[in-house]
């Protein structure tokens, strides 16, 4: 040990010979006695990829003195993770300082980890210089087998498909067209009644006769109905077979009208029979309106007068000629054919009315160019509804969700510019109508300062106007990331230029701008400003934009 008794007596024997030099020694004693020391050291010299190493500085200091450590990325080549805490222990009127730096590598080598100056009082004082082995993680290609990289390779996309919507749609399709076939287009099984009026007149009117005949009317004595039927059965019959106004005439018109049609050769029927028919008319007369009640045999007999005479009828009306045949079936056809129209007018009327109530009403509910755009279709509508991809874009990262991949674009640094920038990575989507657009970017630059952001912002603005771009408002808001990152957004609107027209259109305009030590992110949307859909996918990008500052 050092006595300092000893060298101050010795001081001053001397300094009787020599006052100068004497002072000059005791303020040297004197300033060794306070001055600061500085110690540094890892806890391990040898590493693997990524692994941490803790660099500790220790300075033993006075406790009025002031100390400032090394920050930043001082400790290049190595990358700091984290910077702890500096902690104090007092000893003997003295202060013991201890910092520590969390230390790590990514790529195997052997790095010297520099000097790291620490200020006391104003003056730097070195740590020593350490050389750090980082060694590579050893692959055991036994257990595990290598492979040749693979191509790259087309992935079909999963789109979105409304399948809800879809298969109401379909199930309301299916049951209009079942309803339409049951009871429009389905060939209905035919009724007694519907049988018995597509049957021939002639077969007809014999098959009512015969009902007639089972009948109960003349047991029950309603000789008024049994007659009423019996003369409608036989007018008919002669109004469809011989082509007479029977059912309207009265018994001597229509007896008139069946002698003039004899007489005229186009019936040839006798005439006892025409006698016989109007007298069994005449008696139906007086059953009807004088409430006369023959014998039941007369009644019966009166029946059976009617089929011979109707049997008669059928054989005295001259054959058709080809001409009335080929008339006939001209008419068959355009009955088929008016009938089948009448189908196709109610069906078209039909689904023309469900489709115009299923359309008021969506247009109640969902707004007329929600609907429209929903029919004819809308590029930002498609691109709203389509399914998103979460993908991370260029060095720093910029993490963002996105309707369509964005591409990288070429972007070549001018010489101008390789004294500032020194990467410079760019990725677009544009859309082949309208103004809408997204795009990233991110900058290194060559010396770690912080970017001008108003510069680069109003770079942006300046290449909008050079793109024929004009009335450009501009305001500006703090924006925060997803992960709780803060950057600059600029927004606002203008008159923009787009392919499919000549005239500028009114848009909108959004540039989100993050920056820190050597870097900078941009994020850059535009859209038309009455595109609603456009707006609705800008908010939905906006939210999903995360960033990586370090």
């Known amino acids: 040990m050092i006595n300092f008794n000893y060298i101050l007596i010795s001081c001053f024997s001397f300094c009787k010979r020599n006052l100068l030099l004497c002072l000059l020694l005791a303020t040297t004693i004197g300033w060794s006695q306070s001055n600061p020391k500085v110690a540094s050291g890892v806890d391990i010299k040898d590493i693997k990829i990524g692994e941490q190493i803790n660099f500790t500085v220790n300075v033993r200091i006075d406790s009025i003195d002031q100390v400032t450590f090394p920050e930043g990325q001082s400790f290049a080549p190595l990358e700091m993770v984290e910077s702890f805490a500096t902690d104090t222990i007092p000893e003997n009127g003295k202060l013991t300082l201890i910092k520590k730096y969390a230390l790590?590598?990514?790529?195997?080598?052997?790095?010297?980890?520099?000097?790291?100056?620490?200020?006391?009082?104003?003056?730097?004082?070195?740590?020593?210089?350490?050389?750090?082995?980082?060694?590579?993680?050893?692959?055991?290609?036994?257990?595990?087998?290598?492979?040749?990289?693979?191509?790259?390779?087309?992935?079909?996309?999963?789109?979105?498909?409304?399948?809800?919507?879809?298969?109401?749609?379909?199930?309301?399709?299916?049951?209009?067209?079942?309803?339409?076939?049951?009871?429009?287009?389905?060939?209905?099984?035919?009724?007694?009644?519907?049988?018995?009026?597509?049957?021939?007149?002639?077969?007809?009117?014999?098959?009512?006769?015969?009902?007639?005949?089972?009948?109960?009317?003349?047991?029950?004595?309603?000789?008024?109905?049994?007659?009423?039927?019996?003369?409608?059965?036989?007018?008919?019959?002669?109004?469809?077979?011989?082509?007479?106004?029977?059912?309207?005439?009265?018994?001597?018109?229509?007896?008139?009208?069946?002698?003039?049609?004899?007489?005229?050769?186009?019936?040839?029927?006798?005439?006892?029979?025409?006698?016989?028919?109007?007298?069994?008319?005449?008696t139906s007369d007086l059953v009807k309106f004088a409430k006369s009640k023959p014998d039941t045999s007369v009644a019966e007999q009166d029946r059976k007068a009617i089929e011979n005479i109707v049997t008669k009828t059928k054989d005295a009306i001259p054959p058709p000629t080809e001409e009335e045949l080929l008339q006939r079936e001209e008419y068959l056809e355009e009955l088929e054919r008016k009938k089948h129209r009448n189908k196709i007018i109610i069906t078209v009327v039909i689904a023309a009315s469900v489709l115009i109530i299923s359309t008021v009403t969506a247009v109640s509910y969902f707004g007329f160019s929600y609907v429209k755009d929903t029919i004819l279709g809308h590029p930002t509508k498609e691109l709203l509804e389509t399914e998103w991809i979460s993908s991370t874009y260029g060095y720093p990262p910029i993490t963002i969700e996105t309707p369509k991949v964005l591409i990288r674009q070429e972007f070549e640094i001018t010489p101008e510019l390789k004294a500032d920038i020194k990467e410079a990575q760019v990725f677009m989507y544009k859309s082949s109508i309208g103004l809408f657009s997204v795009g990233v970017s991110s900058i290194t630059l060559t010396k770690p300062v912080e970017p001008d952001t108003e510069l680069s912002i109003n770079a942006v603005l300046q290449q909008f106007e050079a793109q024929g771009a004009k009335n450009i408002i501009t305001k500006t808001e703090e924006f925060t990331t997803v992960g709780a990152v803060k950057g600059i957004k600029t927004y606002g609107t203008g008159k923009f230029s787009v392919s499919e027209s000549k005239d500028l259109v009114n848009g909108e305009y959004a540039i989100v701008t993050f920056g820190g030590k050597g870097f900078q992110q941009q994020i850059i949307l535009t859209w038309l400003e009455e595109d609603m859909y456009a707006k609705e996918v800008v908010d939905r990008i906006l939210s999903t934009i995360d960033v990586k500052t370090e």
Do not use: C
């Open 104 to 282: 790590t590598q990514f790529d195997s080598g052997t790095y010297t980890l520099p000097q790291q100056k620490v200020i006391i009082n104003q003056k730097i004082f070195s740590t020593d210089s350490v050389n750090i082995y980082v060694n590579t993680i050893p692959v055991d290609t036994i257990a595990q087998q290598l492979f040749d990289i693979k191509d790259i390779i087309n992935v079909e996309k999963k789109n979105s498909f409304p399948w809800f919507w879809t298969l109401v749609i379909i199930g309301s399709i299916l049951i209009l067209a079942g309803l339409l076939y049951f009871f429009i287009w389905r060939k209905k099984k035919l009724t007694e009644e519907e049988k018995v009026a597509l049957l021939p007149p002639y077969d007809r009117a014999m098959l009512e006769l015969k009902k007639l005949e089972n009948s109960k009317y003349l047991i029950q004595d309603e000789y008024k109905q049994y007659y009423s039927e019996l003369t409608a059965i036989v007018r008919s019959y002669l109004e469809e077979d011989v082509h007479i106004s029977a059912l309207e005439s009265t018994t001597d018109q229509l007896i008139e009208k069946l002698e003039m049609l004899k007489d005229a050769g186009n019936l040839k029927l006798d005439g006892d029979t025409i006698h016989q028919f109007k007298n069994i008319l005449q």
